[in-house]
């Protein structure tokens, strides 16, 4: 009887244990995604500014006016070559459609 009280202690504590390690394995996930996805997005920012706001006026068009989608479809009209420009064409072309999706998500106008 000690014996089986004993083992569905253990059990039981391991079970526990393995449920914390899952709970804090997916948060150190969430944080890495979260990085990954704002780094992705601060690339942009050499250029544009922070989160798309220049300078007005400074040479650059500011982009924090536009929603995920319209951005994801200027991005990718650079990428086809459908919309003609000095560096997006490059740049759009060295971004898998996946992480273009990324960017317009990040830097898009939040309504
Ligand atoms: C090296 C500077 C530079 C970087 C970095 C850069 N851009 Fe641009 N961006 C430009 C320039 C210059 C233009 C004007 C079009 C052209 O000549 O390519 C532009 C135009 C745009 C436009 C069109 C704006 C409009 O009003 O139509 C969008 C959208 C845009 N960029 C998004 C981005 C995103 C998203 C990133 C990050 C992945 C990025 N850019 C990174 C320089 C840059």
């Known amino acids: 009887m000690q014996e089986i009280v004993r083992k569905l202690g253990l059990g ?5 244990g ?3 390690w899952s709970m804090m394995a997916s948060a150190q996930n ?16 050499n250029c544009h500014g922070t989160n ?5 006026e400074g040479g650059m068009p500011l ?27 490059q740049l ?3 971004y898998t459609d996946e992480q273009l999706q990324i960017i317009a998500n990040q830097l898009g106008k939040k309504q």
């Open 92 to 94: 759009a072309k060295g």
């Open 30 to 45: 969430a944080d890495a995604t979260k990085l990954y996805n704002s780094s992705l997005a601060a690339t942009c920012a």
């Open 18 to 20: 393995l449920a914390q």
């Open 52 to 56: 798309g706001k220049g300078v007005p």
């Open 63 to 89: 982009i924090n006016g536009y929603t995920s989608a319209q951005l994801l479809e200027s991005l990718k009209a650079y990428k086809s070559g459908a919309r003609e420009g000095t560096i997006m064409p």
């Open 12 to 16: 039981l504590l391991t079970f526990l």
